[in-house]
Structure formats: C-alpha cells, structure tokens
C-alpha cells in the first residue's frame, strides 16, 4: 500500500529573480553632480582684460591700409560656330535662288496593263486534323510493343 503524506505548514519564499542579484550602476548623473560640474567649468574660465592700446587715444591709424585696386576685367565675345553658320546659310540662300521649273515625264505603260509590285500569294500546306488524346495513343503503342518484346 501506498503511504500518505502528512499535511504539513508550507512557508511562503519570495522567488529568487536574476534582478534582484544584478547591480548596475546609474548612466545619468544627478542633478547635484551636474551643478558641480557647471560651477567648476564657470570657476576654471575667468576674464583676463587686455592692455590699454595707446594708439587709440592718439588717434593713429588702427586699421591696415587699403590694398591696392586691380584693374576690372575686359570681357571678350565668344567666337562661336553657329554664327558662322548662319551667315553661310545666308549667303547660300542668295545664290540659290534660281526660279523652278516643272519637267513632265512620261507614265510608265506597264502600269497601266498588270499588277506591278505585288508578290503572288503563297498557297500554305493544308493542316490534317488529329484527335487530342494523343498522349493515350503513344501510351498504348508503347504497351503493345513491350508486348511483342515479351513473345
């Protein structure tokens, strides 16, 4: 026979999480860190004022002279081709311009008996009708002769 157990009194345990054995240190810095920082880089700049430049209360001339001037560039027009071209054009059109003159010629009189140009008609190949269940035929041709192979 099977023994029973006795009912006992069961004390409750929290888990025992990866979280709670984990530490990880802040990434942010505190408010009272950053005002640290603040003063010490307001502490570590101070203004140094520079000596009383005497030049100016004698009124002498501060600023450089002025550089001399260069002279201003002269533009050049462009020798382009089109130019060239238009102007030869011209001077063909005058010398071209001799009035037409309309010569007849004669009509071809072969024309005017038969069809001149047009290729004969080729006569295709007449098409012989087949049924569609010619893979079964194939199929049983192929029977057949394994047949007669057997005999």
Same mark, same amino acid.
């Given at each position: 026979?099977?023994?029973?157990?006795?009912?006992?009194l069961t004390n409750p345990?929290?888990?025992? /999480? $990866?979280?709670?054995? %984990?530490?990880?240190?802040?990434?942010? *810095?505190?408010?009272? #860190?950053? =005002?640290?920082? !603040?003063?010490?880089?307001?502490?570590?700049?101070?203004?140094?004022?520079?000596?009383?430049?005497?030049?100016?209360?004698?009124?002498?001339?501060?600023?450089?002279?002025?550089?001399?001037?260069?002279?201003?560039?002269?533009?050049?027009?462009?020798? /382009? $081709?089109?130019?060239? %071209?238009?102007?030869?054009?011209?001077? *063909?059109?005058?010398? #071209?311009? =001799?009035?037409? !003159?309309?010569?007849?010629?004669?009509?071809?009189?072969?024309?005017?008996?038969?069809?001149?140009?047009?290729?004969?008609?080729?006569?295709?190949?007449?098409?012989?009708?087949?049924?569609?269940?010619?893979?079964?035929?194939?199929?049983?041709?192929? /029977?057949?002769?394994?047949?007669k192979k057997e005999k």
């Amino acid at each position: 026979p099977s023994r029973l157990l006795k009912p006992q009194l069961t004390n409750p345990k929290t888990p025992c /999480l $990866e979280t709670k054995r %984990r530490l990880r240190p802040p990434t942010c *810095k505190s408010a009272a #860190e950053l =005002e640290n920082e !603040e003063i010490a880089k307001l502490q570590q700049y101070r203004f140094k004022a520079q000596e009383l430049n005497y030049r100016i209360l004698e009124g002498g001339p501060l600023l450089p002279k002025k550089p001399p001037t260069k002279e201003l560039t002269k533009p050049i027009g462009f020798n /382009l $081709e089109i130019e060239k %071209r238009i102007q030869e054009r011209e001077t *063909k059109k005058v010398q #071209e311009e =001799e009035p037409f !003159e309309f010569h007849s010629r004669p009509c071809p009189t072969r024309i005017l008996e038969d069809v001149v140009g047009v290729p004969e008609k080729k006569t295709l190949p007449i098409t012989v009708p087949k049924s569609p269940a010619f893979a079964l035929k194939n199929k049983v041709g192929a /029977l057949v002769r394994e047949e007669k192979k057997e005999k």
